[in-house]
C-alpha cells in the first residue's frame, strides 16, 4: 500500500465519500505474542515492524475519514494511496525483545497539512517502552504512463480540518530537500562524501507492493545490506537504536539501486552511518538514510 514518493506535482483536491463523525486525532492499540515472523536474529524484526505499523498507519487514515476501510480513489476512480515521505525510530530497544514476549503498540495519528498526515507508535512490554516510531505520509495517486519514476499529489476532502503544525520530522524532511540542514546525526552533509557503493537488483516477488511500488520498508531492508557489505562482519548482530530515512523516487520492477556508503563513524559500542539511496540507471535520489546501530 504505503510507498516512497516520487517527484511532486501538487494535484486537484478529489472528492472522498462523505465521513461520518470526523475525528482530528484518532488512536488505536494491538497486543501480541511475538513468535518467529516477528523476530529477528537481534531481536524484533525491523522489517516486520515497519510493515505492521504502515498498516495500522493506513487504516488509522481510513478511521480518520469515517471510512471502513482505506479506498481512497479520484475522480476517475484510480486509487490514491499515502505514500512515506519521511520515517524516524528512537529509543529502541529492539534486541531486548524475544520470543513469547507480549508487545504493545500504542497508535495515534493527526493531520499535519493539506496532503500530509504523521503517525506516532510506542512499543511497550509490560508498560515500558523500547521504542518510538514516527511516520510522516502525503496523498499520492499515479502519474500518467504508470512509471513508478513520478507520482502526483493529492488533497483528500473528507478529513478533519488541519490543526496541527508540521512535526519535527516533517520539517527536517522539508529541509533536508531543500538543503537547509547543514548538520544531521553528527555527519556534516556540506562534507565530501565517500566513495562506498553497493548494488542490489530488487526482486519484484520480494522487495515491491500490491501496488506495483517498492515498499519503503525494503529501502530499510537495503540499507541493512549495505552495512553488512561494508561493515557487517565487525558486527554480525547490530541492532537499530535510532534511524531516519527520508524518501525521495521509486523504481519500476527490474531497476537496480545503487546504495552509497556516505560517511561512517564507530564510538563505543556503536557504529553511525549515512547513506543515500539512488536509481542506477540515472542516478535519480531517491532516499537520505541516517542510522545509528549498537554494535
Same mark, same amino acid.
Given at each position: 500500500?504505503?510507498?516512497?514518493?516520487?517527484?511532486? +506535482?501538487? !494535484?486537484?483536491?478529489?472528492?472522498?465519500?462523505?465521513?461520518? *463523525?470526523?475525528?482530528?486525532? %484518532?488512536?488505536?492499540?494491538?497486543?501480541?505474542?511475538?513468535?518467529?515472523?516477528?523476530?529477528?536474529?537481534?531481536?524484533?524484526? +525491523?522489517?516486520?515492524?515497519?510493515?505492521?505499523?504502515?498498516? &495500522?498507519?493506513?487504516?488509522?487514515?481510513?478511521?480518520?475519514?469515517?471510512?471502513?476501510? =482505506?479506498?481512497? &480513489? !479520484?475522480?476517475?476512480?484510480?486509487? %490514491?494511496?499515502?505514500?512515506?515521505?519521511?520515517?524516524?525510530?528512537?529509543?529502541?530497544?529492539?534486541?531486548?525483545?524475544?520470543?513469547?514476549?507480549?508487545?504493545?503498540?500504542?497508535?495515534?495519528?493527526?493531520? @499535519?497539512?493539506?496532503?500530509?498526515?504523521?503517525? &506516532?507508535?510506542?512499543?511497550? *512490554?509490560?508498560?515500558?517502552?523500547?521504542?518510538? %516510531?514516527?511516520?510522516?505520509?502525503?496523498?499520492?495517486?499515479?502519474?500518467?504512463?504508470?512509471?513508478?519514476?513520478?507520482?502526483? &499529489?493529492?488533497?483528500?476532502?473528507?478529513?478533519?480540518?488541519?490543526?496541527?503544525? =508540521?512535526?519535527?520530522?516533517?520539517?527536517?524532511?522539508?529541509?533536508?530537500?531543500?538543503?537547509?540542514?547543514?548538520?544531521?546525526?553528527?555527519?556534516?552533509?556540506?562534507?565530501?562524501?565517500? +566513495?562506498?557503493?553497493?548494488? @542490489?537488483?530488487?526482486?519484484?516477488?520480494?522487495?515491491?507492493?500490491?501496488?506495483?511500488?517498492?515498499?519503503?520498508?525494503?529501502? %530499510?531492508?537495503?540499507?541493512? *545490506?549495505?552495512?553488512?557489505?561494508?561493515?557487517?562482519?565487525?558486527?554480525?548482530?547490530?541492532?537499530?537504536?535510532?534511524?531516519?530515512?527520508?524518501?525521495?523516487?521509486?523504481?519500476?520492477?527490474?531497476?537496480? @539501486?545503487?546504495?552509497?556508503?556516505?560517511?561512517?563513524?564507530?564510538?563505543?559500542?556503536?557504529?553511525?552511518?549515512?547513506?543515500?539511496?539512488?536509481?542506477?540507471?540515472?542516478?535519480?535520489?531517491?532516499?537520505?538514510?541516517?542510522?545509528?546501530?549498537?554494535?
Amino acid at each position: 500500500m504505503n510507498r516512497p514518493l516520487g517527484p511532486l +506535482e501538487l !494535484d486537484e483536491a478529489i472528492p472522498a465519500a462523505a465521513p461520518g *463523525r470526523l475525528a482530528r486525532q %484518532v488512536t488505536g492499540e494491538v497486543s501480541l505474542i511475538l513468535g518467529m515472523p516477528q523476530l529477528s536474529l537481534a531481536g524484533l524484526s +525491523e522489517s516486520w515492524l515497519l510493515k505492521e505499523l504502515g498498516h &495500522r498507519h493506513w487504516m488509522l487514515l481510513a478511521e480518520m475519514a469515517g471510512r471502513a476501510v =482505506p479506498d481512497f &480513489r !479520484d475522480g476517475d476512480g484510480a486509487p %490514491v494511496y499515502a505514500a512515506f515521505c519521511a520515517l524516524s525510530v528512537t529509543q529502541a530497544a529492539f534486541d531486548s525483545l524475544g520470543e513469547n514476549d507480549r508487545l504493545v503498540i500504542r497508535s495515534s495519528l493527526r493531520r @499535519i497539512s493539506r496532503t500530509q498526515c504523521a503517525s &506516532r507508535h510506542r512499543l511497550l *512490554r509490560q508498560g515500558v517502552c523500547l521504542g518510538e %516510531v514516527e511516520l510522516v505520509s502525503v496523498f499520492v495517486r499515479r502519474s500518467s504512463g504508470g512509471s513508478n519514476h513520478a507520482v502526483a &499529489r493529492v488533497a483528500l476532502d473528507g478529513f478533519p480540518p488541519v490543526i496541527d503544525a =508540521p512535526s519535527e520530522l516533517a520539517t527536517r524532511a522539508a529541509d533536508l530537500r531543500a538543503a537547509r540542514l547543514d548538520t544531521h546525526f553528527g555527519f556534516d552533509l556540506a562534507s565530501p562524501e565517500g +566513495e562506498g557503493r553497493f548494488e @542490489i537488483d530488487p526482486c519484484p516477488a520480494q522487495d515491491f507492493n500490491g501496488a506495483g511500488f517498492l515498499y519503503f520498508s525494503s529501502f %530499510v531492508g537495503f540499507l541493512d *545490506r549495505a552495512e553488512w557489505h561494508f561493515d557487517g562482519r565487525r558486527a554480525p548482530r547490530a541492532v537499530t537504536r535510532r534511524r531516519e530515512v527520508f524518501f525521495h523516487g521509486n523504481v519500476d520492477p527490474g531497476e537496480r @539501486i545503487v546504495v552509497r556508503w556516505l560517511a561512517a563513524r564507530r564510538g563505543e559500542g556503536v557504529l553511525l552511518h549515512r547513506c543515500r539511496l539512488e536509481r542506477a540507471s540515472d542516478g535519480a535520489r531517491l532516499a537520505d538514510a541516517f542510522t545509528e546501530r549498537a554494535v
